[in-house]
């Protein structure tokens, strides 16, 4: 440590921690790969993974244990003990993981190193707990890429309005189908129920609900400027944690910050609506969980405009669609079901 100080050493040291160098494989810069020796540079990777893992599973179970309730771009944020700490992952991990840390993971991590004697509120995830339920998005209708949302959730909320932006009940089949495939309850909120336009259109839309609680999914029925359905709302959230999912400017966040006050609205960023197009604008960047005072969580997810669905082949959605199967399923469905069937094929 000849020419450095204690604290700049120390300094070096948690940077070195946080970035995973300790766990790099290293190969001189030189040293060229080809595909094949690239695959078995992976492979290696993996076994080696496997050893350490061998021998340090003592070691990562004595870990502080936290819950995933941000993800940035370049650090997660996780709440453990009632702190939030600031982390990055293990390089290993990110090599040999066959999936992304999202909102809800719960993680084993390690804490950084103190610098000048002071605890810094920082660590490095070295393992993903196994998840419960989760929420999965694929980047397209051919599910090339997929994406986890949320992990360990309770129920999806899967919120819709009435119009400004129109409501699209094919986008609605979808994420009931995501919902249910993950492990999570599917819940319809129909919002800016205020903005129907005549009797008709209210009953059009009742009768719609109607039909998806034959099919055992809840309905409700919202408007955060007139109050309607906001009780009936906090009964569903009460005591579960709930993803909030939907197109874009449905109102989501504005449901959020009328049954609980006290979540940081710049967080949520309320979104307008596109005049041109009718559509809402992308306002929240990415989920987040929040507490609920009446007990429970929601996760506010970015509004999306497109929802593929994973792990459902062609020849098994029919087991989403009974009532298409059982001939009694109203004209909307049958049509929904015939444009995610050619959209799977």
């Not at 839309?205 to 109607?210: D, E, K, N, R, Y």
């Not at 009964?235 to 944690?241: I, M, P, Q, S």
């Not at 989501?252 to 006290?262: D, H, I, M, W």
């Not at 593929?308 to 020849?315: H, I």
Request: one cysteine or more.
């Amino acid at each position: 440590m000849k020419g450095r100080n204690k604290s700049s050493y120390s300094a070096d040291l948690t940077n070195d921690f946080l970035s995973g160098a300790f766990d790099e494989d290293r190969v001189e810069e030189n040293e060229k790969f080809s595909d094949r020796s690239k695959h078995a540079q992976h492979h290696k990777t993996i076994k080696t993974q496997a050893a350490r893992d061998a021998n340090s599973t003592v070691e990562v179970d004595a870990m502080p244990l936290g819950e995933v309730i941000q993800v940035h771009s370049l650090f997660l944020e996780v709440l453990s003990g009632g702190v939030v700490y600031r982390c990055t992952q293990r390089k290993t991990l990110a090599k040999v993981s066959d999936t992304q840390i999202v909102v809800g993971d719960f993680v084993k991590f390690a804490l950084a190193p103190e610098r000048n004697d002071v605890v810094a509120n920082e660590g490095a995830i070295a393992r993903i707990e196994p998840r419960r339920t989760i929420l999965m998005r694929a980047d397209s209708f051919k599910a090339i890429e997929v994406h986890p949302i949320v992990a360990n959730a309770d129920q999806m909320l899967i919120v819709a309005a009435l119009h400004l932006p129109e409501v699209k009940w094919g986008l609605v089949d979808r994420m009931v189908i995501a919902a249910r495939s993950g492990g999570l309850a599917p819940v319809i909120c129909l919002n800016k129920i205020d903005t129907a336009a005549s009797e008709q259109d209210l009953a059009d839309a009742a009768a719609v609900l109607a039909h998806y609680e034959t099919l055992g999914v809840p309905t409700l029925r919202t408007s955060a400027p007139t109050g309607q359905g906001l009780d009936a709302l906090r009964d569903v959230l009460r005591d579960k944690t709930s993803v909030l999912a939907g197109h874009s400017g449905v109102g989501k966040s504005s449901l959020v910050r009328v049954v609980e006050p006290s979540i940081d609205l710049a967080a949520l960023r309320v979104g307008a609506i596109s005049q041109v197009h009718s559509k809402g604008m992308h306002t929240t960047t990415s989920a987040r969980k929040f507490p609920l005072s009446f007990g429970g969580h929601v996760i506010d997810t970015p509004g999306v405009k497109l929802f593929g669905l994973w792990n459902t082949p062609a020849d098994g959605l029919i087991a989403h669609y009974p009532d298409v199967e059982a001939g009694t399923a109203p004209t909307w469905r049958a049509e929904s079901y015939e444009r995610i069937l050619k959209s799977l094929t």
